[in-house]
């Protein structure tokens, strides 16, 4: 059988709540199910930081593609 859940409820900005129920419409989910996983994943990093305030003091990197550096970048080809 399934698994009890219990309810919780929070209070969010109105245009975080929109953004969350877009994100999910394109992720074809229910905002419930992504705020459980959202919940269920963020308390999991906060049990490894040890305290929130270690878990907010780290940021995630922003991720850039590395430039081509081969010898020839920047050159355009020859027909």
Not at 24 to 51: C, M
């Amino acid at each position: 059988m399934g698994e009890w859940k219990a309810q919780i409820s929070i209070r969010v900005r109105q245009d975080l709540r929109r953004d969350m129920e877009a994100f999910a419409e394109r992720e074809r989910r229910k905002l419930g199910n992504l705020g459980e996983q959202l919940v269920e994943w963020a308390f999991a990093q906060l049990k490894v930081a040890g305290s929130l305030d270690r878990l907010l003091k780290y940021q995630l990197g922003k991720r850039t593609e590395k430039a081509d550096q081969s010898p020839t970048a920047g050159r355009e080809k020859k027909s």
